[in-house]
């Protein structure tokens, strides 16, 4: 059974920018995902972050091509006004941090949020790892 993965968007960007060093562990993950072992969700809040600073190391037609294969690669969850006041009370330092975990709590039978930025997420009830945690975590079994 594919493990469910909410995907924050440093993993992506690292993926796509091919950011060292963390562009291998996040390359691993896609493959995972590709391979179907994987299914990534990602928060609709975390494309603008992503075109924003992808663009920046690729340029816009180059950027808009990655989101469009990223819209195909991960499920892509929206965000509603009942995620919005959920995350002004999930006491998260990073509001936009706050409001992904609250999109990801509604992600029935997720397995983790993987991301670098874990103290961001030190409020969470769901399990926090990072890309190399989560690869180590999995190959252990």
Do not use: W
Not at 101 to 108: F, M, P, T
Not at 109 to 127: C, E, F, M, P
């Amino acid at each position: 059974m594919a493990y469910k993965l909410f995907i924050d968007a440093d993993v992506v960007i690292d993926f796509f920018t091919d950011r060292t060093p963390f562009a291998n562990a996040a390359s691993e993950i896609f493959e995972l995902n590709e391979n179907g072992n994987v299914v990534l969700y990602l928060s609709v809040v975390s494309m603008n972050n992503i075109y924003y600073i992808v663009r920046k190391y690729l340029g816009h037609k180059k950027t808009l091509e990655i989101i469009e294969a990223l819209s195909e690669m991960t499920e892509i969850i929206g965000t509603t006004k009942q995620e919005i006041l959920q995350a002004l009370r999930n006491n998260f330092k990073d509001f936009e941090d706050s409001i992904q975990y609250s999109s990801a709590l509604n992600v029935k039978g997720l397995d983790a949020i993987i991301t670098r930025n874990i103290k961001d997420y030190k409020n969470s009830k769901i399990s926090v790892m990072t890309p190399i945690n989560f690869l180590k975590m999995r190959n252990k079994f």
